[in-house]
């Protein structure tokens, strides 16, 4: 297969085209199947704590509900753009549909660094964003999910935006949201187990075993930091992890354990964990 040079959107399109190939699909089904139900975008004022108005892009893209309400995350991130939420809304229909679960797809996102957002901000963004979607999501539409920048918080101000608009609670508007207004258990580690069982599922294709492997992970937040915990607690060695400012590298294993309470106390990267050599994150890939 050869994946688009360009933006997600294409790398989407590429491989929706191959599939079609395979099977054999006539022009008005591909067609069907790459245009999206639904493409959203709206504007999100945000009052600045210091009284600077930002006016920031929201977008939610559905892009197919033929198998159930449309199932994706939500991404604050400032390279989100239109293109980049279709191509993820497209995978999710893919991904529902390969588990065979009565999901359609779906991803929203907004275009900012929440990172430089008091948590104030953040829930004022959230909240007014979640206000603009209230007609087109809901436990029977859409059920917008943690993703890049967001967590279980975002989840709570939207599901009590949305019940305060509809009158009445509505914990299914939203999963991966705290367990005391009904989150599920093991959620908040789901996706890293999943990484880990496709790393494992991958090594066994390759006749490796994982006690002689040594693993990297690009991203250290709420997926790449537990995925590294447990690769490292299956008996893999955790050699390099990085975030968007750079990596850290020890040939000879880092500690997940150690590395998570380090940014939870504030560290804010991993960048310059003792003990370790900085490496940018194209060096991170490139290592044996
Ligand atoms: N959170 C979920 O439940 C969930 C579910 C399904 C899929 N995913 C996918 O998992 C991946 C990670 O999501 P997350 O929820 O852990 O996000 P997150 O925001 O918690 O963490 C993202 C990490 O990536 C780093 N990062 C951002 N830009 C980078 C760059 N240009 N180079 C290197 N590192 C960079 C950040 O510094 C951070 O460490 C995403 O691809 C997301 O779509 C997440």
Redesign the pocket.
């Given at each position: 297969m050869i994946l688009g040079t360009g933006s997600a959107w294409d790398t989407a399109c590429v491989q929706l085209a191959d599939a079609a190939r395979h099977l054999d699909l006539d022009d008005g089904m591909h067609d069907l199947l790459r245009t999206p139900r639904r493409s959203i975008s709206v504007s999100v004022p945000l009052l600045r704590d210091d009284g600077q108005l930002l006016v920031l892009s929201g977008y939610r893209v559905q892009h197919n509900l033929a198998r159930g309400p449309a199932k994706g995350?939500l991404?604050?991130?400032p390279?989100c753009d239109l293109d980049e939420v279709k191509a993820?809304a497209m995978w999710m229909t893919w991904k529902c549909a390969l588990m065979g679960i009565p999901y359609g797809g779906a991803k929203g996102g907004i275009a900012v660094e929440p990172g430089l957002l008091s948590r104030q901000e953040r829930e004022r963004m959230t909240r007014r964003y979640a206000a603009e979607l209230v007609p087109l999501i809901g436990p029977d539409k859409d059920i917008p999910?943690?993703?890049?920048?967001?967590?279980e918080q975002t989840m709570a101000w939207i599901m009590d935006t949305y019940s305060t608009h509809t009158g009445h609670t509505a914990a299914g508007v939203v999963t991966?949201k705290p367990l005391s207004i009904g989150g599920s258990a093991g959620?908040?580690g789901?996706?890293s187990r999943?990484v880990q069982l496709a790393a494992f599922a991958a090594l066994r294709e390759l006749d490796k075993d994982p006690r002689e492997t040594t693993v990297a992970v690009?991203?250290?937040?709420?997926?790449?930091?537990l995925a590294a915990q447990y690769l490292h607690d299956a008996g893999c060695r955790l050699v390099a992890v990085?975030?968007?400012?750079g990596?850290v590298h020890n040939g000879a294993g880092l500690n997940p354990t150690a590395l998570i309470r380090h940014v939870a106390r504030g560290g804010d990267?991993?960048v310059g964990y003792p003990g370790t050599d900085t490496i940018t994150?194209a060096e991170l890939l490139e290592l044996e």
């Open positions: 995350g991404r604050y991130h390279a993820l999910a943690p993703d890049v920048g967001t967590d991966g959620r908040a789901a996706t999943g690009q991203g250290f937040g709420k997926v790449g930091a990085s975030d968007v400012k990596g990267t991993v994150n």
